[in-house]
């Protein structure tokens, strides 16, 4: 794809909240030429944005969103940001040159924690880009230039015409249907690629509580998913916390018979705490937050873990 290929930004959200308004003032800012952004809110504003081109949805899913959004725009390639962030000025620029490549269908990169966030919700950025979430942490920090099999929907550009081959967005499930999107781009013959030059800023949800809640749905779909869907949702990572917290009740059942388990026990639970340590203190710069981030890296792992085995076993997920 050569030359500068029409994009259009889509940007799913109920509504224009101080976040929105923030993603689209730096979306009006973007160093490309050519390129609309598109606003999906669930009622029409009574506020005038420019040239941005608003198309209310209805209370739908952002699956439903995003599908919206594309047969209301123009751009030979997609570009998908969350309403909670906001792109870097090169984010257009730096993307496009990889849709050169003929097999490249889609393209995405990390979305960084912002300068702005609070303290929590800084510790929350520390505890997902940790080395103890596994190959996730990509998502959440710069890294090499890297073929994946399913990237997430805050930063996701797709060309149109493999959007069109992959059937278009989920929008029955939510969270998760990026991870759909991206199976079916796969199964498609594509691929997918995550760069770290194609950056957004991403808000999170601050610890503990906000961040513990997106955990939990993040975990019951991707049990699910794995169950009902398999291809990408079957990676070791996403089993490794509720393997360990099984083998936690397990083990920790048994040393009651067995003394020896007892101590298997004890030092399985030194080096994890020690494992999770270390990556807390390798990963956050704000020695404040050191005790939270290491209690939240923990957290995170038990109510994924717990909600992983709910996905497994659920027979079906709500809209």
């Known amino acids: 794809m ?18 929105a308004r923030e993603c689209i003032e730096h979306c009006k800012r973007l160093g490309y030429e050519n390129y609309e952004v598109v606003l999906l809110p669930d009622r029409p504003l009574s506020k005038d944005l420019g040239n ?10 952002p699956g439903a969103k995003r599908n919206i959004g ?15 962030a906001y792109p870097r000025v090169d984010w257009l620029r730096n993307a496009v040159m990889y849709f050169n ?14 300068q702005n966030d609070s303290i929590l919700q800084k510790a929350s950025g520390y505890v997902t880009s940790s080395l103890m979430v596994g190959g996730l942490s990509r998502r959440y920090k710069p890294g090499k230039l890297k073929e994946v099999d399913d990237i997430h929907s805050c930063n996701f550009m797709a060309r149109r015409s493999v959007i069109k081959e992959a059937g278009g967005w989920n929008e029955r499930y939510w969270p998760g249907e990026d991870t759909l999107m991206c199976l079916a ?11 770290s030059d194609v950056v957004v ?7 503990f509580t906000d961040h513990l809640l997106q955990v939990s749905r993040f975990g019951l779909h991707r049990g699910f998913f794995a169950r009902e869907f398999g291809g990408n949702s079957l990676h070791l990572t996403y089993f490794a916390p509720s393997i360990a917290l099984m083998m936690l009740v397990l083990f920790s059942v048994l040393s009651t018979f067995v003394e020896v388990v007892t101590y298997l026990v004890v030092v399985a639970l030194g080096s994890y705490l020690a494992a999770s340590l270390f990556s807390t203190l390798l990963e956050t710069r704000d020695r404040r937050v050191v005790p939270v981030v290491w209690a939240g890296i923990m957290l995170t792992h038990l109510t994924y873990g717990a909600y ?11 809209k």
Not at 2 to 19: H, W
Not at 101 to 111: A, L
């Open 2 to 19: 050569s030359g500068n290929p029409l994009v259009s930004v889509i940007v799913p959200c109920k509504e224009l909240d101080g976040y």
């Open 185 to 195: 781009i796969k199964k498609a013959g594509f691929k997918i690629v995550q760069t």
């Open 308 to 318: 992983f085995i709910a996905g497994l076993i659920k027979h079906e997920l709500r």
């Open 101 to 114: 490549d003929p097999g490249v269908g889609v393209v995405g990169g990390p979305g960084l924690t912002p």
């Open 201 to 207: 800023y991403h808000h999170r949800r601050p610890l």
């Open 52 to 61: 941005v081109k608003v198309v209310p949805t209805g209370p739908v899913t």
């Open 70 to 84: 594309v047969a209301n725009s123009k751009g030979d390639i997609c570009a998908f940001i969350d309403s909670d």
